[in-house]
T-cell receptor, first 114, second 114 residues
């Protein structure tokens, strides 16, 4: 099956710093990638839709200047959390969508902001 | 608006017993329907999906789900549960195409008793 990787799997940073999370589709091309956020014991909330070569589309309430998304190739999308604060601590999950409209999830990145 | 309801927050079954996890959706058109499983601290793994055709779909790990349009349901079943099935299960509706947002239910946490 299709595989999506994320790096890093865990990151701890100080408040005010920026963190970049990479999402890669390893064995397929993902024209569209999605970024989700999951709070403890809660469901996933879509943050943004990332299309290769174009600007990301953000969901209502998600600050595009805080969560910078770049989708430079068909296998790589990055999410940068700028000027991170403790309330940004969460589990961030990306997906890559294949040509059958199926999304395959990455393993997630646990961000802790001190 | 699209929505997904998983009425059961937590279910406990005995190993070897049958399982049914409920999922109801609200969507104006024929939806793309998915079931995902998440182990603690991990990303989501696709169990099965329904796009069209046969309303009974088979997935991995012995799971199946049945799409019932009249009931707006897509319940997940397994005839005999194994201890390794203990995890959180998410039902999702996909809107399809390049804007294939996934709308997730709140999840059902499955515990398996020996």
């Amino acid at each position: 099956g299709a595989v999506v990787s994320q790096h890093p799997s865990r990151v701890i940073c100080k408040s005010g710093t920026s963190v970049k999370i990479e999402c890669r589709s390893l064995d397929f091309q993902a024209t569209t990638m999605f970024w989700y956020r999951q709070f403890p014991k809660q469901s996933l909330m879509l943050m943004a839709t990332s299309n290769e070569g174009s600007k990301a589309t953000y969901e209502q309430g998600v600050e595009k200047d805080k969560f910078l998304i770049n989708h430079a190739s068909l296998t790589l999308s990055t999410l940068t959390v700028t000027s991170a604060h403790p309330e940004d601590s969460s589990f961030y999950i990306c997906t890559g969508q294949d040509d059958t409209d199926t999304q395959y999830f990455g393993p997630g990145t646990r961000l802790t902001v001190l | 608006a699209q929505s997904v309801t998983q009425p059961d927050i937590h279910i406990t079954v005995s190993e070897g017993a049958s399982l049914e996890l409920r999922c109801n959706y609200s969507y104006g058109a024929t939806p793309y329907l998915f079931w995902y499983v998440q182990s603690p601290g991990q990303g989501l793994q696709l169990l099965l999906k329904y796009f069209s055709g046969d309303t009974l779909v088979q997935g991995i790990k012995g799971f199946e789900a049945e799409f019932k349009r009249s009931q707006s349901s897509f319940n997940l079943r397994k005839p005999s549960v194994h201890w390794s099935d203990a995890a959180e299960y998410f039902c999702a509706v996909g809107l399809g195409g390049a804007t294939n947002k996934l709308i997730f239910g709140t999840g059902t946490l499955l515990a398996v008793q020996p």
